[in-house]
């Protein structure tokens, strides 16, 4: 057992494991932001009712307009480009947005807003401290994205959504629009008459 060159080869290799990790990716090789997906069979919502940053407290009503609900933290870059993308698309859209803040202290938050790197906050910002709410909606990747109409999920992303691009909100124009009536096929052969 005299190898000491054969142990410190080893010690090297092993000792440069986290040189071989793959880096971080860029923010040009992070996925693109992307549209919204309808979500099949537009299950009921979860439950989300959660204190404010205000303090006031926030529940998502089945009778509430059409709502984002959108999962971020403030450590999370790619979170912090997408929000002033949709606070952008909230004030021109006119679609009630709620922040889901996971995890983090409120004074935290209220510095990242402060410091206005990520502009102002489109929506309420609750306190999803202990994840209780991330956990119910199945949320697994930050930022992610769900819209819900009339107390259902219509659509939803997790990763970065393209606030700017023109089907987005056609997307939920279309969602939030009333079921059309099919006439009866009599009242159908009587008008082709």
């Known amino acids: 057992m005299r190898d000491v060159p054969g142990a410190v080869a080893l010690a090297l290799v092993l000792a440069s494991g986290p040189v071989l990790a ?4 860029t923010a040009a090789e992070r996925a693109a932001p992307g549209l919204l997906s309808a979500v099949e069979g537009h299950p009921p919502a979860p439950a989300l009712s959660l204190g404010a940053l205000d ?3 926030v529940t998502l009503a089945a009778d509430d307009p059409p709502t984002i609900v959108h ?4 450590w999370c870059a790619p979170c912090r480009t997408e929000l002033p993308a949709l606070a952008d698309f909230a004030r ?8 889901v803040d ?3 202290p409120a004074d935290r938050i209220r510095r990242f807003f402060a410091e206005g ?3 102002a906050a489109p ?3 609750l306190l999803d401290q202990n994840r209780a ?3 119910g909606w199945g949320v697994s990747l930050l930022p992610a994205s769900f819209v819900v109409i009339s107390g259902r999920l219509a659509l939803a992303r997790e990763g970065e959504v393209d606030w700017a691009d023109p089907q987005t909100i056609a997307a939920i124009r279309v969602a939030a629009a009333p079921p059309q009536k099919s006439q009866p096929e009599e009242a159908q052969g009587e008008q082709t008459r």
Do not use: H, K, Y
Not at 71 to 74: K, R
């Open 22 to 25: 793959a880096p971080a990716p």
């Open 55 to 57: 303090g006031v407290p």
């Open 71 to 74: 999962f971020f933290a403030t």
């Open 92 to 99: 021109l859209s006119g679609v009630r947005v709620l922040l």
């Open 102 to 104: 996971v995890a983090e």
């Open 117 to 119: 790197t990520a502009g």
């Open 123 to 125: 929506g309420p910002v």
């Open 133 to 135: 709410a991330a956990r």
